[in-house]
């Protein structure tokens, strides 16, 4: 008998990936297909970057590696949250690992007990509710709309706890909305967790630089959570390494202990070649970040324009990431040659198959009537790819 386990059983795909390769599959058959359902940037990793990797491979570091990641490393991220967030960490407390969405399942794995409740807010990215599932966790989804920029209040934090609530995921800026959070808006959830000390908060900051509001802001900036705040963070957006898979944490220690524990086990280390590259990447010129971040912030700009000509679709102006999560339940009971869209997730693959552009349905983020385009791409491709999206849905009764 063919069985694999329930913990398998209880996951569900990555519906980004699958519709990354969905599109790959029609483009392989030939077809033009404007792909804006993945989230990396299109730019190349920074020269600097790769001459550092090269380097490492000429300096034959092609040994073990501590499980945690090398200490020059640790240590230039140490740096790097000091210079660039104010906060105060030593080496000890830092994990790195195969992209940040290892250190996010880590971090899962290293607190949850069967029943245990997540509180996440929706939209969500796709994998956090299903690392929850993985750590035999339960989670709780709090409900933001577009009204409310996507953005959970204080009362619904709290209206969400229970004795049993043991963590709290929050990313901003976020996937899939862009939406970022206020110092304000931090202050006010932080002190809605002050009255629950038990309560572990997973800060997931990938995407702090690309950012078209000013600084960033950490809910670890806050002294009644910094002691319980796992922040998650890595190199893919910032500076275009999505293929390295090189994220970390920042914890206390009892979590980041942990953390080095249960990589040891299952993974070890991250590459040392890509620990070398990430090195670079905080240590070396950061020009890079924001020549990237200013074309997104153009390409932001344009789609919004662009979207907003589309009758039916509601956007709101996102202030960070490279997403735009329009609301699309207009469309919602339409149909298309007798087969009628019942959500998010149809009218992504109704646009893929017959608009050839390849986005995510809502379903899979937790807003069945949004949809997320990625504009990590040029700016031609986005004009093109907004003209079929409008000719796709002007053909739907």
């Not at 590696?65 to 140490?78: E, H, K, M, T, Y």
């Amino acid at each position: 008998m063919k069985q694999v386990s329930e913990r398998l059983t209880a996951l569900s795909p990555s519906e980004t990936l699958a519709m990354s390769q969905k599109s790959n599959e029609l483009k392989a058959q030939g077809i033009d297909v404007i792909n804006l359902s993945v989230g990396e940037p299109d730019f190349f990793t920074p020269d600097f970057i790769k001459k550092a990797a090269g380097k490492a491979i000429d300096d034959n570091f092609s040994f073990y590696a501590p499980a945690a990641g090398f200490l020059s490393l640790r240590n230039a991220i140490v740096d790097k949250l000091k210079r660039e967030n104010r906060l105060d960490y030593t080496p000890d407390r830092i994990v790195c690992s195969n992209g940040a969405k290892q250190a996010v399942c880590n971090a899962l794995l290293a607190v949850i007990n069967p029943g245990d409740e997540v509180i996440v807010p929706a939209p969500y990215w796709v994998s956090y509710v299903e690392m929850v599932k993985l750590a035999e966790g339960r989670n709780v989804i709090v409900p933001a709309d577009i009204e409310r920029d996507f953005k959970i209040t204080p009362a619904q934090l709290e209206a969400a706890i229970t004795p049993r609530t043991k963590a709290f995921i929050l990313c901003s800026p976020s996937n899939p909305t862009g939406s970022v959070y206020s110092k304000e808006e931090l202050r006010g959830l932080a002190d809605v967790l002050s009255r629950h000390p038990n309560i572990i908060v997973l800060s997931d900051e990938v995407y702090e630089h690309i950012n078209y509001v000013g600084q960033h802001e950490s809910i670890a900036q806050f002294d009644e959570v910094r002691e319980r705040t796992v922040i998650i963070n890595g190199v893919s957006k910032a500076y275009a390494m999505t293929g390295w898979r090189l994220g970390w944490m920042a914890a206390p220690k009892w979590i980041a202990d942990a953390c080095g524990k249960l990589q040891g086990q299952y993974t070890s280390s991250p590459s040392n070649i890509a620990q070398k590259a990430a090195e670079a990447a905080y240590l070396g010129p950061q020009d890079c970040i924001e020549t990237m971040r200013r074309a997104f912030e153009r390409r932001r700009d344009l789609i919004i324009g662009l979207v907003s000509d589309i009758p039916g679709l509601k956007v709101r102006r996102p202030q960070g990431a490279f997403y735009l999560f329009p609301d699309c339940s207009y469309y919602t009971g339409k149909s298309f040659r007798g087969k009628t869209i019942a959500d998010a997730a149809e009218l992504a693959m109704y646009l893929l198959e017959e608009g050839h552009v390849a986005a995510v349905g809502g379903t899979a983020f937790g807003a069945p009537g949004c949809i997320r385009f990625s504009y990590a791409a040029s700016e031609e491709k986005l004009r093109e790819a907004m003209r079929r999206v409008g000719e796709a849905l002007a053909a739907l009764e």
